[in-house]
């Protein structure tokens, strides 16, 4: 049965356009369990433009399901990520400019890089996945790496028109079989709606799938009309 892990984010981008202490992303991770979440996954990147240090050690302590923590592979991240111990990590690479994750980690490029970071995670029991474009050579470089799983990125396939997007499901239908040969667990995310996401969801092997914008953004709508309720109620009682 494919995993669900739930990216939460984009709670914690609305809190921090107040400074404030809510939307609290860990109360959400709660709710995401309860509402059948496999794991809950957080990207603490270098500028804390959204999940701040705090979020990460205090799901640590409260979250009862997998612990993914999304991260960049430098020194930094490394220390952190061995002091706090996520269950699991998936290397992503890390722009500062960018609005989210614009593409996968050069792992070929980076090799020796990538794998030493991966090294030092598995010392500590760490589990760690990459996170990388559905293309040969940064699937077998992957594997080289003592990883335990790549997360391909859908977001090309995600953003296709329907004249394209067979094509782009078809290299993520190779590369995931490509992954499983040599070893690897597979997982995917990006762009990731509830339009698109069952034929990945069917990809033979597919263990795990992280999914956050779309679910955030359908629970404004599912939970927008009985919060004005309860406003509505409390202000006129």
Not at 82 to 90: F, H, K, N
Not at 188 to 212: C, K, Q
Request: glycine share 8%; net charge negative.
């Amino acid at each position: 049965m494919v995993e669900l892990g739930v990216n939460i984010d984009h709670v914690a981008t609305l809190r921090q356009a107040r400074r404030t202490y809510e939307p609290d992303p860990v109360r959400v991770a709660i709710v995401c369990e309860n509402g059948g979440a496999d794991s809950i996954t957080v990207h603490l990147r270098e500028d804390r433009r959204h999940i701040q240090d705090r979020d990460l050690r205090l799901l640590r302590e409260t979250v009862a399901v997998r612990l993914n923590l999304e991260m960049a592979c430098e020194d930094e991240m490394i220390r952190i990520a061995r002091s706090v111990r996520p269950d699991q990590v998936t290397l992503v690479p890390e722009k500062r400019q960018e609005v989210t994750t614009e593409g996968g980690l050069d792992v070929a490029g980076r090799i020796d890089v990538v794998r030493r970071c991966v090294e030092q995670l598995l010392e500590v029991g760490i589990d760690v996945s990459l996170f990388v474009d559905p293309e040969s050579a940064q699937i077998d470089a992957s594997a080289a790496t003592g990883a335990g799983a790549i997360e391909l990125h859908t977001g090309a396939y995600a953003a296709a028109n329907h004249r394209e997007r067979p094509g782009k499901f078809a290299a993520l239908e190779l590369a995931g079989a490509r992954a499983i040969a040599s070893g690897l667990a597979l997982h995917a995310g990006h762009g990731l709606n509830y339009h698109n996401v069952l034929p990945v969801a069917r990809l033979d092997g597919m263990h795990e799938l992280n999914i956050g914008h779309a679910i955030v953004s359908r629970a404004i709508y599912t939970g927008m009309e009985q919060a004005v309720r309860e406003m509505k109620r409390l202000i006129t009682s």
